[in-house]
């Protein structure tokens, strides 16, 4: 709201210096408005990228933990058939 009200007083000053002094400082604040915006926009899209980017790593995260759970599995399941094939032999003796 400062802004607003700096730009008016700006505008009443640059008016009573002459047309082209009102159309300048117009300009001058157009440029700037346009300028808020360019960077606000930028941040947004640095703030969606930032945050696709941390959905590919959970879920690359996620990827890797379900591998390792797989083979940990396969390797529990392949122990486990070592052991009772194992065991008979053993009671045997």
């Not at 959970?58 to 122990?79: D, I, M, N, P, T």
């Given at each position: ?36 915006v ?39 399941k ?16």
């Amino acid at each position: 709201m400062e802004k607003k009200v700096a730009n008016q007083k700006a505008l009443q000053a640059a008016k009573k210096q002459g047309k082209d002094a009102f159309e300048l400082e117009k300009a001058h604040i157009a440029k700037e408005k346009e300028m808020e915006v360019a960077a606000k926009n930028e941040e947004k899209l640095r703030a969606v990228a930032a945050k696709q980017a941390e959905k590919v790593r959970l879920a690359a995260e996620k990827k890797v933990q379900k591998a390792q759970c797989a083979a940990e599995k396969k390797a529990a399941k392949s122990r486990k058939n070592v052991v009772c094939f194992l065991i008979p032999v053993i009671q045997c003796i």
